[in-house]
Each structure stands twice: as C-alpha cells, then as structure tokens.
C-alpha cells in the first residue's frame, strides 16, 4: 500500500512541470567594428567594441536580449501562453561624444541602463480556434518583413522597407489562426491612446491584417495595414536624410505633428532549392494628410540569398527604392549587406559582416551613406 502511494505522489510530482512550463531564452550578440555615416562634407567614425547601440539591445546582427516565455495546459485543448523579452545594453556605456569632420560636436546613443526598451510583453490564450494575444507584439509590418528578410540588423538594407511603421504596437489585441492546407490568417488591432493633438480620437490606431501560405520550400505572404493619425515631428517634408543619428540615413520626419494616416503594403516570397535559399520582398508606405506637403509614399524592393554549407553560411541582400513626395520623386537609396558565419556549435556561431545604406537626395547634393565592417559571435540561450 505504501509502495503505490510512493509511485502515486511520484508521479504527481513529476505531471505537474508539464502542465505549467517557463523558459528563459536569450540572444548575446558583440563583435569588433567600425560605424561610419558621411552626408556632404560632414562624416563620422565610430570604433566599437561591442556592438551598435540599440534600444532593444546591442547588436551587429541581433539585439540582444533576455525573454521569458511559458505556457499552462488549461485542458480541453486550451493553453495560456506569455513572453516578457527585453533588450539588454550588456556594455552598459555613458553617451560618448566625438567630434565629425566639421569639428561638431556628435553623441552616440549608448545607454546608461542594463536594459533597454521591452520588445514583446504579451499573454494570450491557444486552442483549436487559434491563438490570441494581448499587449506590446510585434506587429503586422515587422512579422511581414522579418518573414522573407534572409538577416537582420541596425544596419540591415532591410530597414528601408517600412520607415516610419515597421516594429511593434503596445496596446494591440492580435489573432493568428490555425493553420489550412499551409494557409493561415494573422489581424492586429492597436488602440493606440497616445495623444498627438488631433480631435478624432484615433491616435495611432492601427488596424493589420496578413496571410501567408506555406507548402514544402515555397513559402509567400501578403499584408496590409492602416495608422490612422500617426505622430511625427520635424521639418523639411515627409522623409529627411539624418545622418548624426546612427540607423537615420532614411528616416520619417513629417512637416506637422500627425499624418492622418499611414498604410503599408507588403508582399514576400522565399523559396528553399536545397543548396541555397531565396527571399523577395516589396514593400510601399502610402501618406495620405490634409497638408499637401505630408502627401507622399516610399517603394522598396529586396532581394537575399543565403547558402549553407556544412557549418559555414554566406548570405546576401540588396535594397532598391525611392521617395515620391507630393507626386514627385525626392530621394533614391539603396543597400546592401553581405554576412558570413561559422557554427562553433549548435548555439554560438561567429561572423563577419560588411554593410552599406545609402540614400540620394535628387534636389541637392547632401547625399547620405552608412557603412558598418565588423565580426563578431553570437551566442543563443
């Protein structure tokens, strides 16, 4: 008798982690490198030993990072899921500031705190009708891209995709579907809150909605979303070249405090041949305002390729596109990155990377390029 309510109290012991999991995770990403931006006359350097200061961690390739995330079976087929992840500033560095070619004086965006910004703070609820989550998430823009970009990064030829909207939504209630014959739904609503000055009652309100079908090596997806009385600040028109701030060679800086709103539309294709893998994407960002002189759109196009062999991977990406500002066209730019990693194992590999964004102001001759040379290791948890 003694022996089974042992074996009993054992095994209820032993059920109780399964239906109740957390785990931590993380990404540690550092290298040695070079920073340089250059606009006109003007041009600045950066030597880091680290990697390049970022809000949701430091990084060449990946932001460092620190997550949680767990889940409880809730029976009858349900599960109650969260993630908690945060950027992590692991050099944790004081603002430093040079001098550029001028002599002007120039800070970088190091931080003071060992974390930086939360990335996804959610908690939802699983089952046969899908999932749904609420709170900061990525959004609609970010999963579209980072689906068919072949790398990442600060200084990625992919961040010219969605300037402006690309990243994550804090006050948003999300829905992804099961999956049907590869196909699958995802929609995202953001209520916004945050005040810009407009009487509509709709600041930075978002509605996204996205498909995407998977079968064997072709993967393909659509996206579509909607800000409604997105907040800028700044002058000179929708886009203005800000080449003291790391990350700024293409950046939204909108005449008045809000645009009325703000579409995206994105499109992406990847295809698996087995020696090497292929990305595409498009991508169109569409301001619609009152103000004549916030009318305007920004096209980009993407192409990557990755091939594996054995423990090392090269990888390739080339950006293309253009500024139309009140029906005419005022910047053309373009990217590349070019990335090689060796797997030291299953979690740590080391890189090299060259990248370049470069952007064209076509009504004057205050051109705008961002160069990064680095290597580094990245070590997964």
Known sequence: MKKHLIAAAVAAAVAVPATAQVTVYGVLDGGYGTYKSKAGSLSYKHTIAGGLDNGNGEGWINGSRLGFRGSEDLGGGLKANFVLELGIQYSNAADRTIADAAGDAYTTNGATAFFGNKRQTWFGISGGF??????????????????????????????????????????????????????????????????????????????????????????????????????????????????????????????????????????????????????????????????????????????????????????????????????TKTVEFDGYQLIGSYNLSKRTDMYAIVSQRKADTLSSTVDSTEKVTAIGLRHRF
């Open 130 to 327: 899908g999932e749904v989550r609420i709170g900061n998430q990525d959004n609609i823009v970010k999963v579209q891209t980072d689906e068919f970009e072949v790398n990442g990064g600060p200084n990625s030829p992919y961040n010219f995709l969605a300037p402006g909207v690309v990243g994550r939504s804090a006050n948003a209630i999300g829905y992804i579907s099961p999956t049907f014959n590869g196909l699958q739904a995802q929609a995202m609503l953001d209520v916004g809150e945050t005040a810009t000055g407009s009487t509509s009652g709709k600041d930075n309100r978002a509605t996204m909605f996205r498909v995407k079908y998977s079968q064997g090596p072709l993967q393909v997806g659509a996206s579509r979303s909607e800000f409604k009385d997105v907040g800028y600040s700044g002058t000179g028109g929708i886009l203005v070249n800000l080449p003291s701030t790391e990350g700024d060679v293409l950046s939204v800086n909108a005449n008045s405090a809000s645009i009325d709103k703000v579409t995206h539309e994105g499109y992406g294709a990847r295809y698996n041949f087995g020696v090497a893998e292929a990305f595409y994407q498009n991508s169109k960002v569409k301001f619609s305002d009152s103000v004549a002189t916030n009318v305007g759109d920004i096209t980009s196009n993407v192409v990557g390729l990755a091939v594996p062999m054995g423990n090392v991977r090269l990888s390739a990406a080339y950006s293309k596109g253009d500024v139309q500002d009140g029906g």
